[in-house]
């Protein structure tokens, strides 16, 4: 019996560009951390193209599959979920490129981190758009900003397997195509999040990607799950409206030292602390620039 990878990279394909696709294979194979499994799913299956060019590499970690007929991506996540057969799950979309270091960073994080299910990255953009894509570090002003869109790079996150197993938690084809932050706001009871604060992943901004796309769809799905969360967790949405309030801050004696704020005008929620915003007196969630 073969034994399991540590990783199984997972990335749907549907008549993705022939040059885009081998830029994400050889992005992975040239991984520094080398035991995954890297599948490959078509969910295109009359481009018999793309099942000629993926049979080019001759490399064993490879696992190409397709679909009978075009399920969508929801479906073709959930069935590369099922196929997965690693502790840790990398997402990874069929038109990005991974650091070389992507896979090795993110295992060595979850291995020295237990209570994280989910470790991310940030996306460094090239095409159309040429700057880094930034989202927030620690699990608490990631679960506070959830309440207001998704701050957790899909395309480059690891996520356990196990918590996803545990707790039957799969993406949903009624959040298609934002189904990756209904994912993110799922799992929020059950696990820690992190971002690594180096980009992982270049994300390739083109008109053809799927944010370009889909743009309406997206909309209305964010605003769904959007609408969800913050019924669930009014709690964090209050305080990352009054974080919001002060992320602009340019000088600290803006921000009245006995500055205090009051969650439904009772509960003391934030306060001013020299240069710091603390939530609940302790935790520090928002650094004031001088």
């Not at 960073?105 to 040429?130: E, I, K, M, T, Y």
Request: with cysteine; proline share 4%.
């Amino acid at each position: 019996m073969l034994s399991k990878p540590r990783v199984s990279v997972l990335t749907p394909i549907y008549n993705t560009n022939i040059g885009h696709l081998c830029e994400c294979i050889e992005s992975i194979i040239n991984q520094t951390f080398t035991d995954f499994e890297f599948i490959i799913l078509n969910d295109s299956p009359d481009n018999k193209r793309l099942k000629k060019i993926i049979g080019t590499y001759d490399d064993k970690r490879i696992k190409y599959y397709e679909n009978e007929k075009n399920i969508g991506i929801s479906a073709s996540r959930n069935r590369l979920l099922d196929l997965a057969r690693g502790e840790y799950i990398a997402i990874f979309d069929h038109d990005d490129i991974s650091m070389p270091d992507r896979l090795a960073r993110q295992v060595a994080f979850l291995d020295a981190h237990p209570n994280v299910g989910v470790v991310s990255g940030l996306l460094q953009c090239f095409g159309d758009r040429n700057d880094v894509w930034q989202n927030p570090e620690s699990d608490i002003e990631i679960k506070l900003g959830l309440t207001e869109n998704c701050f957790i790079a899909h395309t480059a996150a690891m996520i356990r397997k196990s918590v996803l197993d545990k707790h039957n938690i799969r993406y949903e084809e009624k959040y298609t195509p934002a189904e990756d932050y209904r994912l993110w706001t799922r799992l929020m009871d059950f696990t820690d999040f992190y971002n690594i604060q180096t980009p992982l992943v270049k994300y390739r901004w083109y008109s053809e990607n799927t944010t370009n796309l889909q743009q309406n769809k997206m909309h209305n799905a964010w605003l769904a799950i959007k609408s969800d969360v913050c019924n669930k967790y009014p709690g964090n949405y209050a305080v990352y409206q009054e974080l919001h309030k002060w992320e602009r801050v340019q000088n600290v004696k803006s921000l009245p030292r006995n500055w205090r704020c009051r969650l439904f005008g009772v509960i003391p929620l934030l306060k001013r602390k020299q240069k710091w915003v603390l939530l609940f007196d302790f935790i520090p969630v928002l650094k004031l620039r001088y």
